[in-house]
C-alpha cells in the first residue's frame, strides 16, 4: 500500500495541471507510507491516501481539511 515515488511524480503533475497550478508539490510523509503530503507553494494543504485494496481499482483520496477561521480570514 505504499506510495512509490512515480506515484507522487504523476499525481503531481496530475494535480498540477488539473488546478493550472504548477506551485502544487507531493511529498512522502515521514511516518506514513500509504499517503503524501500535498504543497501549494510551501504550505501543508492536505494529504493523498492511496487505496489498494483491490489491484485491479487503485484510487486515491485527496483529504485537505479547512479551518474556520481560515474561512474567517479569506473573507
Known sequence: MNITTEEMTKLQQYLQSKFGNSQINIRARAQAQDSA?????????GVIYKDDEDA????????????????????
Open 37 to 45: 503530503e500535498v504543497l501549494l507553494g510551501g504550505e501543508f494543504i
Open 56 to 75: 485491479e481499482d487503485i484510487s486515491y483520496d485527496f483529504n485537505m481539511a479547512i479551518l474556520k477561521m481560515d474561512l474567517d480570514a479569506a473573507a
